[in-house]
């Protein structure tokens, strides 16, 4: 199995410019979650989604952040426009056999807002 | 507040000593499940183990080993003999039923392993 895929792994942007990153779960993973992680926050869950529904967004910072999931084995979680305080890692995680499961997290997209 | 509790912020401790990382929880749910992740320096999560809140045997996994006790919701991981790969940031979580099984993360750990 692949794994999570994540892309692009690093983004340099400049403030204002919309940032897409994308997530692959692991097929046959029901759930997705994202993840950002920074020094002074730890890693904070933005958003998750069941079956493609989101299920919980009550992370997702302002309304600059969307994400959507239209279909099992694809994500999208995009920035617009792009503050230099969203510089952080996004991780994509899903869970193995339904939310009880153990995480498998991506590697992660690095991205720094300038 | 606070589902999960790691008050040790960075330990540093000299190769081959043992080390253990305090992990606790908060939780209604008499159906939870924890778990460990370390964070090496390249970054990723690495999945170390995950625990039923209806399973309290302690659990050993070659020089790593996690005591779980409901009865002070803690879930401490212990490396013995500690080595200088094991420097990594370590990661407690709490996943409940009842929120929809949402994993909430501790802040983390970060281990030095000294040579």
């Known amino acids: 199995d692949a794994g999570v895929i994540q892309s692009p792994r690093h983004e340099v942007t400049e403030m204002g410019q919309e940032v897409t990153l994308r997530c692959k779960p692991i097929?046959?993973?029901?759930?997705l979650f994202w993840y950002r992680q920074t020094m002074m926050r730890g890693l904070e869950l933005l958003i998750y989604?069941?079956?493609?529904?989101?299920?919980?967004d009550s992370g997702m910072p302002e309304d600059r952040f969307s994400a959507k999931m239209p279909n099992a084995s694809f994500s999208t979680l995009k920035i617009q426009p792009s503050e230099p305080r969203d510089s952080a890692v996004y991780f994509c995680a899903s869970p193995r056999g339904g939310n009880t499961g153990e995480l498998f997290f991506g590697e992660g997209s690095r991205l720094t807002v300038l | 507040a606070q589902k999960v509790t790691q008050a040790q912020t960075e330990i540093s401790v000299v190769e081959k000593e043992d080390v253990t990382l305090d992990c606790v929880y908060e939780?209604?749910?008499?159906?939870?499940?924890l778990f460990w992740y370390k964070q090496p320096p390249s970054g990723e999560l690495v999945f170390l183990i995950r625990r039923n809140s209806f399973d309290e045997q302690n659990e050993i996994s070659g020089r790593y080993s996690w005591n779980f006790q409901k009865s002070t919701s803690s879930f401490n991981f212990t490396i013995t003999a500690s080595q200088v790969v094991d420097s990594a940031v370590y990661f407690c979580a709490l996943s409940e039923a009842h929120t929809g099984n949402q994993f909430y993360f501790g802040t983390g750990t970060s281990l030095t392993v000294i040579p």
């Open positions: 097929s046959g993973h029901n759930s």
């Open positions: 989604f069941n079956n493609n529904v989101p299920i919980d």
């Open positions: 939780t209604r749910d008499t159906t939870y499940y």
